[in-house]
C-alpha cells in the first residue's frame, strides 16, 4: 500500500478508503490509484486486512447437510444470501453444522474467522441459538424459533401459506384434504416449518368446516408413495392433497397414477414451499405454493450485515408468502 500511495501521490490512508470505501475519494483521485494499483500489480492481501479492521467480510450461512444434499428449494436460500453477500462486498461460506454440532460451532464462533452467521433449519429450541447467543457473535435466523425475543428472524409465513392452499382447494370444492408433512423424526425434534404448519393445517380445516389428516413422510419419493397409501387409509373420501416435502411430491403423484387415480380429475396435489424448478419438473407440473427462497436468503443476509459492529438485541421479524401457482395438479373436485 506504501508503494501504491507513493506511486500515485496521496497518503497510505487514501489508498485505503479506495479500497474500502470507508470515506468518499473523488473520482480523478481513485483513478490515480487504481492506475497505481495496476502499474504494481497490487493486489490486497484479505488476511491481513482482516487483521487491520478485525473484519474478515465473509459470513458462515449454518445449514446441515442430510444424505441426500441439497435440493432446487434450499438451493436458492443459498443463492440468495450468497448474491446479496458479494453485492455487499462480502463473501459467504457454507458450514454445515447442526443442532448437535455444538463444538464445531463453537470453534466457528470463537476463531472469529467469520463476521456472523445466518441459520438455517432452525428448531423451535435450538442449540446453536444459545450458543451464539453465549459467545455474543452476530447471526440472523433464516427460521424462527418458539421464543422470539431478542432475536432476528426472516421466515416463510407458514400460517398464510398454509391457509392459501387449503383456501385455493376449498375454493375448487374439496371438502376432505390430506396434509403430507415432513418426516416423525422432524417433528419430534421441534423443526420449525414441519411444527408451524402442523398447527396452520390444523387451525385452517376448522376455519374452513372440512376434514382432514396429517401423515408425515421421509423426504423421498418411496416415502411419499408410503404416506398417501396411509392418507387413503385415514381418510379414504379424500379429494386433495397438500404436501410440504418437495422429493414425497413426486412419489405421491407416481403412487396415485400407479393406483389408478387421476390427477387433477379424482385427486388435487397442491405443493407447498416448493421451487419452480422442482413444480416445472413434475408430471403433470405441481400446482405449488411458490417458495421465496432467494428473496429470503437476501433478505436474511442484508439484515445480518447491518448488524455487524453493532450492539443490537432488539427483536426483527420478516415473514414472506408463498404465492399460489396453479399448474396440472388441482382441479375442482368431481361431483357423485
Request: with cysteine; charged share 20%.
Amino acid at each position: 500500500m506504501t508503494d501504491v500511495a507513493r506511486r500515485a501521490g496521496v497518503s497510505v490512508s487514501t489508498v485505503s478508503y479506495v479500497l474500502t470505501g470507508a470515506r468518499p475519494i473523488s473520482e480523478a483521485t481513485r483513478d490515480r490509484v487504481l492506475a497505481a494499483m495496476a502499474e504494481l500489480d497490487y493486489q490486497p492481501n484479505a488476511m491481513a486486512r482482516g487483521l487491520a479492521s478485525r473484519r474478515s467480510n465473509i459470513v458462515g450461512l449454518l445449514l446441515p447437510l442430510s444424505g441426500r444434499g441439497l435440493g432446487a428449494t434450499e438451493t436458492a436460500f443459498v443463492t440468495g444470501a450468497t448474491e446479496a453477500a458479494r453485492e455487499a462486498g462480502y463473501h459467504l461460506m457454507l458450514c454445515p453444522v447442526g443442532t448437535g454440532d455444538a463444538d464445531e460451532l463453537q470453534t466457528l464462533a470463537t476463531q472469529r474467522l467469520l463476521d456472523g452467521f445466518l441459520v438455517m433449519e432452525v428448531k423451535l429450541t435450538d442449540r446453536r441459538v444459545e450458543l451464539l447467543r453465549r459467545l455474543e457473535s452476530p447471526f440472523v435466523l433464516i427460521g424462527r424459533t418458539e421464543d422470539t425475543t431478542g432475536l432476528a428472524c426472516v421466515d416463510i409465513d407458514f400460517e398464510q401459506t398454509v391457509d392459501g392452499a387449503v383456501a385455493h382447494l376449498v375454493g375448487l370444492g374439496h371438502r376432505a384434504i390430506a396434509y403430507v408433512n415432513h418426516s416423525e423424526a422432524s417433528l419430534a425434534s421441534g423443526y420449525g416449518p414441519a411444527q408451524r404448519t402442523a398447527e396452520a393445517f390444523a387451525s385452517a380445516l376448522e376455519r374452513h368446516g372440512i376434514t382432514g389428516v396429517m401423515v408425515p413422510s421421509e423426504d423421498t419419493a418411496s416415502g411419499g408413495r408410503l404416506a398417501i397409501r396411509q392418507a387413503q387409509e385415514l381418510c379414504p373420501e379424500l379429494t386433495g392433497v397438500l404436501v410440504m416435502n418437495e422429493n414425497a411430491a413426486l412419489g405421491i403423484l407416481t403412487e396415485l397414477r400407479e393406483t389408478g387415480r387421476d390427477v387433477p380429475r379424482d385427486v388435487s396435489v397442491v405443493s407447498m414451499v416448493t421451487s419452480e424448478i422442482v413444480a416445472d419438473l413434475a408430471s403433470p407440473p405441481l400446482t405449488a405454493m411458490t417458495s421465496p427462497g432467494a428473496a429470503l436468503g437476501a433478505a436474511a443476509t442484508r439484515v445480518l450485515l447491518g448488524r455487524l459492529g453493532e450492539s443490537v438485541s432488539t427483536t426483527y421479524q420478516e415473514l414472506l408468502p408463498c404465492l399460489l401457482e396453479v399448474r396440472g395438479t388441482s382441479a375442482r373436485a368431481r361431483t357423485k
